[in-house]
């Protein structure tokens, strides 16, 4: 099943404890997204990649790094996580017609 | 600048009935997608419908159809018969020609009452 798989679905951190969102997709789509979700603004792009190695800055890059070092992977590291980033995240691969996202993550920073 | 507006934060429909949720678009390009995600309360990202800007006529997926009227910039999402499997939060996105970038509106939270 084409699919994008995202872990964990839930998490709760303390302020700027460095943590990981992973993220696999098996379409071997070259095109990766990292979105944030929060209420009254719809999702906006933090980074994006258009193949390995390559990526760039969306809407909202601040305190968020990436890698894509592999087509299938594209992590998300919030090196030092800050209430202001609790929200609903999405990694998204982009097939022709649109993207396939991934089940989402919940993340808390208290 | 780019944009997507969906000026209905919150709609209700009786079960059985149809509903149109609004979309307007902003962009000077000619060539565009416009899409509908439906998320539900699990949180997941489910897509719906795409129509392309070049396209004539509308697009339709079982009961979901799009109504594209380009010279308005509008791209409303129209379900049929609603369940009440389609309460849900709907996004309508924008994605550009020459970027892989997604615009998306702020949603409308559709309800379906039996």
């Known amino acids: 099943e084409a699919q994008v798989t995202q872990n964990p679905r839930y998490l709760i951190t303390v302020t700027g404890k460095k943590l990981t969102v992973t993220c696999s997709q098996n379409?071997?789509?070259?095109?990766m997204s990292w979105y944030r979700q929060d209420p009254g603004l719809g999702l906006r792009q933090i980074y994006y990649s258009m193949n390995v190695e390559v990526t760039d800055k969306g809407d909202v890059p601040e305190g968020y790094k990436v890698s894509r070092k592999e087509k299938r992977n594209f992590p998300l590291i919030l090196e030092s996580p800050s209430p202001n980033q609790t929200s609903l995240y999405f990694c998204?691969?982009?097939?022709?017609?649109?993207?396939?996202f991934g089940s989402g993550t919940r993340l808390t920073v208290v | 600048a780019q944009k997507i507006t969906q000026t209905q934060p919150g709609m209700f429909v009786q079960e059985k009935e149809a509903v149109t949720l609004d979309c307007t678009y902003d962009t000077s390009d000619q060539s565009y997608g416009l899409f509908w995600y439906k998320q539900p309360s699990s949180g997941e990202m489910i897509f719906l419908i795409y129509q392309g800007s070049y396209d004539e006529q509308n697009a339709t997926e079982g009961r979901y159809s799009l109504n594209f009227q380009k010279a308005r910039k509008s791209a409303n999402l129209v379900i049929s018969a609603s369940q009440l499997g389609d309460s849900a939060m709907y996004f309508c996105a924008m994605s550009l020609s020459g970027t892989y970038k997604y615009i998306f509106g702020t949603g409308t939270r559709l309800k379906v009452l039996a």
């Open positions: 379409m071997n789509h070259e095109y």
């Open positions: 998204a691969s982009r097939g022709a017609y649109g993207y396939t």
